[in-house]
T-cell receptor, first 114, second 115 residues
Framework: DAGVIQSPRHEVTEMGQEVTLRCKPI?????LFWYRQTMMRGLELLIYFNNNVPIDDSGMPEDRFSAKMPNASFSTLKIQPSEPRDSAVYFC????????????FGPGTRLTVL | AQSVAQPEDQVNVAEGNPLTVKCTYSVSGNPYLFWYVQYPNRGLQFLLK??????LVKGSYGFEAEFNKSQTSFHLKKPSALVSDSALYFC?????????????FGTGTRLQVFP
């Protein structure tokens, strides 16, 4: 299996622009998670889906952030408009929904908002 | 409330010496516990897990972890550290309140192994 795939790996954009991050989970996994990692705040769970349905979005920082999962093999995290404080590494992870419920992480997208 | 604590921001150890990275947890019900490692500019990588059974769990790269129910701890250990073990280590516990795959992560411990 190719593992969790994220694109792009690096994104540099200017403040106010729309940013879309993409994730392809491991085939057969029922759960998909979006995390953000910064030096200041560490690793934060933003939102997660079960069977394509958002279950908990309490970690989404504000309305500028939105996430979708139109099918079992694709999810997007969108920031509109982007701000410099959104600069971070964004990780996607997936898990099978079966014990031991291990999450497998993608390589991350490093976002820089100028 | 479910929580995980990693009391040390950084652990320094000389190559060849044993290492321990500490983790304590607080959960309702039986804990599912995990250790992940993050190398620079990489995603988190699964190391090992405890679900049930033997309290000593063996994982990747020679790492092991000891589950101690009375002390609510799940410390990561390795008998002989390598410089290549230098990385950021996260302890995590499955959120047992709801029947989901959500994990609660600790704040991470940076391990530095010196030659």
């Amino acid at each position: 299996d190719a593992g969790v795939i994220q694109s792009p790996r690096h994104e540099v954009t200017e403040m106010g622009q729309e940013v879309t991050l993409r994730c392809k989970p491991i085939s057969g996994h029922d759960y998909l998670f979006w995390y953000r990692q910064t030096m200041m705040r560490g690793l934060e769970l933003l939102i997660y889906f079960n069977n394509n349905v958002p279950i908990d979005d309490s970690g989404m920082p504000e309305d500028r952030f939105s996430a979708k999962m139109p099918n079992a093999s694709f999810s997007t995290l969108k920031i509109q408009p982007s701000e410099p404080r959104d600069s971070a590494v964004y990780f996607c992870a997936s898990s099978s929904g079966r014990v031991p419920n291990t999450q497998y992480f993608g390589p991350g997208t490093r976002l820089t908002v100028l | 409330a479910q929580s995980v604590a990693q009391p040390e921001d950084q652990v320094n150890v000389a190559e060849g010496n044993p290492l321990t990275v500490k983790c304590t947890y607080s959960v309702s019900g039986n804990p599912y516990l995990f250790w992940y490692v993050q190398y620079p500019n990489r995603g988190l990588q699964f190391l090992l897990k405890y679900i049930t059974g033997d309290n000593l769990v063996k994982g990747s790269y020679g790492f092991e972890a000891e589950f101690n129910k009375s002390q609510t701890s799940f410390h990561l250990k390795k008998p002989s550290a390598l410089v290549s073990d230098s990385a950021l280590y996260f302890c995590a516990v499955r959120d047992g309140v709801y029947n989901t795959d959500k994990l609660i992560f600790g704040t991470g411990t940076r391990l530095q192994v010196f030659p």
